[in-house]
């Protein structure tokens, strides 16, 4: 499987999943997780899915601190729709990281670790995603914007060109580059993050 190399410079987000450990599927429960992985969720790489690993990180990051998030054990809900916009992409992404699912997420063993009924949509709120760890009822609520990042210009003909059947390899070549490039500024500028992700 090959993918742009910078995908692997990406700083991986470390979860602590008891029901991994209980269930032997990872040692002491420890699953870490790098950009690839959410990018094999999505079946893309663009600047929604960055965004959603950002908010995921900085998130887990301001209601962790230090210590290890722990998968299963955050509710996420999102402000949008599930069928409006890129919402049910950005849920999914944020998902993979939290465990956070639906009404058809995992059910728990014995009534404990349950996946269920931990993501949520439609729900009125400042922000556009909000985290909250079901042990002590921290949360946190965050905006996500990559404007600051601007897509490179030439970028928007070439996309109408392969939209219209039009384009030649080495267009359409050149179109990916140029797309991964944004994601790449957006993944590895970390002086840029706070200007991308805001806390309400």
Same mark, same amino acid.
């Given at each position: &499987?090959?993918?742009?190399?910078? /995908?692997?410079?990406?700083?991986?987000?470390?979860?602590?999943?008891? =029901?991994?450990?209980?269930?032997?599927?990872?040692?002491?429960?420890?699953? @870490?997780? $790098?950009?690839?992985?959410?990018? #094999?969720?999505?079946?893309?790489?663009?600047?929604?899915?960055?965004?959603?690993?950002?908010? *995921?990180?900085?998130?887990?990051? #301001?209601?962790?601190?230090?210590?290890? %998030?722990?998968?299963?054990? +955050? #509710?996420?809900?999102?402000?949008?729709? =599930?069928?409006?916009?890129?919402?049910?992409?950005? !849920?999914?992404? +944020? !998902?993979? +990281? @939290?465990?956070? *699912?639906?009404?058809?997420? /995992? #059910?728990?063993?014995?009534?404990? &670790?349950?996946?269920?009924?931990?993501?949520?949509?439609?729900?009125?709120?400042? !922000?556009?995603?909000?985290? @909250?760890?079901?042990?002590? !009822?921290?949360?946190?609520?965050?905006?996500?914007?990559? *404007?600051?990042?601007?897509?490179? %210009?030439?970028? $928007?003909?070439? &996309? $109408?060109?392969?939209?219209?059947?039009?384009?030649?390899?080495?267009?359409?070549?050149?179109?990916?580059? =140029?797309?991964?490039?944004?994601?790449?500024?957006?993944?590895?500028?970390?002086?840029?993050?706070?200007?991308?992700?805001? /806390?309400?």
């Amino acid at each position: &499987m090959q993918y742009p190399t910078f /995908f692997d410079e990406v700083e991986p987000i470390e979860t602590f999943d008891p =029901l991994a450990e209980i269930l032997g599927a990872m040692k002491d429960g420890l699953i @870490t997780y $790098q950009y690839v992985d959410m990018v #094999k969720l999505a079946g893309h790489s663009c600047p929604t899915v960055s965004g959603a690993w950002l908010m *995921s990180k900085m998130g887990l990051q #301001k209601l962790y601190g230090e210590d290890l %998030p722990v998968r299963g054990n +955050i #509710k996420v809900e999102m402000r949008g729709a =599930l069928d409006e916009g890129v919402e049910g992409v950005i !849920g999914s992404c +944020i !998902g993979l +990281i @939290t465990g956070a *699912s639906n009404e058809g997420g /995992f #059910k728990g063993l014995g009534g404990k &670790m349950g996946r269920d009924n931990r993501l949520f949509y439609g729900v009125p709120m400042e !922000g556009e995603v909000r985290m @909250t760890r079901l042990d002590n !009822g921290n949360s946190v609520e965050m905006s996500y914007n990559p *404007s600051i990042v601007p897509g490179d %210009p030439s970028m $928007q003909p070439l &996309m $109408q060109k392969i939209m219209q059947g039009l384009a030649n390899e080495e267009e359409k070549r050149r179109f990916g580059e =140029l797309w991964q490039e944004r994601v790449e500024k957006i993944l590895l500028n970390r002086d840029l993050w706070p200007q991308m992700v805001k /806390f309400s």
